[in-house]
């Protein structure tokens, strides 16, 4: 599964709290995205990255902010949760040379109270 | 914006059956991709259709690339319960950067 790994799995978290989720990958590949996903939604683009401290918004950008610092390393982080934000988060790389196409991470379940 | 949108919604199929799903895209494509997610589990990439009129099988799964490149479908034969999941369409515009843009999916349940 192309050496992603995502942290926590699962997380419960109240309103107006800031929330850090961690995607971590083990293959040095340069792109990353981090998604969610909502019933009836698909997959919707939240911000991605292209190289270490180059980032992009994506479609639904408002109330995440992400870092990456270290190529295996991109951070999400919802400033100060909603329960609008309760969603499955899953975040991707592209490999080398085929950057449009996607493998996910095992997802994180986030439960905004 | 790029808008991708996937017919059925959910999919009810009696084992061994035939079905198609179908994936429309407001813009032309520069190519289409297909994604599969088991119940709890996270999207796996499937194929990737490229060429103008382009047909690929898996086994029991042919997929199709519309002329236009607009369009698509996913077309399973004699469905077996390993066939249950979500079905993903998704692609990158054909002028623009690598962003998918993602189909909301059509969830395949099975009877057997």
């Known amino acids: 599964d192309a050496g992603i790994t995502q942290s926590p799995r699962h997380k419960v978290t109240e309103t107006g709290t800031p929330v850090t989720l961690r995607c971590h990958q083990t293959?040095?590949?340069?792109?990353m995205y981090w998604y969610r996903q909502d019933p009836g939604h698909g997959l919707r683009l939240i911000h991605y990255?292209?190289?270490?401290?180059?980032?992009d918004k994506g479609e639904v950008s408002d109330g995440y902010s992400v870092s990456r610092s270290k190529t295996e390393d991109f951070l999400l982080t919802l400033e100060s949760a909603t329960s609008s934000q309760t969603s499955v988060y899953f975040c991707?790389?592209?490999?080398?040379?085929?950057?449009?196409?996607?493998?996910f991470g095992p997802g994180t379940r986030l439960l905004v109270l | 914006g790029q808008q991708v949108m996937q017919i059925p919604q959910y999919q009810h199929v009696q084992e061994g059956e035939d079905f198609t799903t179908y994936c429309n895209s407001s813009?032309?494509?520069?190519?289409i991709q297909w994604y599969k997610q088991r119940p709890g589990g996270h999207p796996v990439f499937l194929i990737q259709?490229?060429?103008?009129?382009e047909v690929k099988k898996q086994k029991r799964l042919t997929f199709q690339f519309g002329e236009a490149k607009k369009n698509s479908s996913l077309h399973i034969t004699a469905t077996q319960t390993t066939d249950v999941g979500t079905y993903f369409c998704?692609?990158?515009?054909?002028?623009?950067?690598?962003?998918?843009?993602f189909g909301a999916g059509t969830t395949v349940t099975v009877r057997a």
């Open positions: 991707a790389i592209s490999v080398q040379g085929r950057p449009e196409t996607q493998y």
């Open positions: 813009t032309t494509l520069s190519n």
């Open positions: 998704a692609g990158p515009p054909l002028y623009g950067d690598y962003k998918l843009s």
């Open positions: 259709l490229v060429k103008s009129g």
């Open positions: 293959e040095n590949h340069r792109y």
């Open positions: 990255s292209y190289g270490v401290k180059d980032t």
